[in-house]
């Protein structure tokens, strides 16, 4: 293969990669992306078996669905959490530079890695949003 196809391929690769990955993520099947979207099934499905590559704005349609920007969807950038850079902010406003700094070295994580400490932070957060709410309550009752 000439090195141009070769980067095509590669880039096919991973936006189908990333697309299906992120639509698992959410719990999402082929017909509900579709039907957020407003593309077809089959089209989806072609794009997650790189039998097809979207247009810009198909690209775009899909990103905004998942949440991701359509840098990352695309290949050109390895930062999902980037659809809106006042999160990212936010983030260091709340967790501090050292934490940012923390989760750009571990870009390099295998993804398995990355799904293991990304559902540990989670259910942290769930848990702790879940004793905020029973911790509320009591104060409620105690007025």
Request: hydrophobic fraction near 35%.
């Amino acid at each position: 293969m000439a090195p141009q196809r070769d980067e095509k391929v590669a880039e096919m690769r991973v936006f189908a990669e990333r697309l299906r990955n992120h639509r698992k993520m959410k719990g999402w099947s082929q017909k509900k992306l579709g039907e957020i979207t407003g593309l077809g099934t089959a089209l989806i499905s072609q794009y997650e078996r790189q039998l097809s590559v979207p247009k810009i704005d198909t690209a775009e349609r899909l990103a905004d669905a998942l949440g991701v920007s359509v840098d990352y969807l695309l290949g050109r950038s390895n930062m999902y959490l980037v659809e809106s850079p006042r999160k990212v902010e936010q983030i260091g406003e709340a967790w501090g530079e050292e934490m940012i700094e923390t989760l750009y070295r571990a870009r390099h994580i295998p993804e398995q890695d990355r799904k293991v400490i990304t559902d540990l932070i989670q259910r942290w957060v769930e848990r702790t949003e879940q004793l905020d709410k029973s911790d509320n309550g009591k104060d409620d009752k105690e007025k």
